[in-house]
């Protein structure tokens, strides 16, 4: 599978953070602990006005 520019990014923050999934999740402002995987695997996209993502990477 060919991920994206985002894919990559959000992959390489993810693995590098200190933060739980259950952590990034709460932090980032989604329900679920496993749409972190999903978005680091390119299974989903994100919404480009979805202020959270950076917030829970410590953006």
């Given at each position: 599978m060919t991920q994206?520019?985002?894919a990559n990014f959000l992959s390489e923050a993810i693995e590098?953070?200190?933060l739980t999934q259950r952590e990034?999740?709460?932090r980032s402002?989604?329900?679920s602990p496993n749409i972190h995987p999903m978005l680091?695997?390119?299974e989903t996209r994100?919404?480009?006005s979805?202020?959270?993502i950076g917030a829970g990477l410590g953006d």
């Amino acid at each position: 599978m060919t991920q994206s520019p985002t894919a990559n990014f959000l992959s390489e923050a993810i693995e590098n953070s200190p933060l739980t999934q259950r952590e990034l999740a709460d932090r980032s402002g989604f329900k679920s602990p496993n749409i972190h995987p999903m978005l680091k695997f390119g299974e989903t996209r994100v919404a480009g006005s979805h202020p959270g993502i950076g917030a829970g990477l410590g953006d």
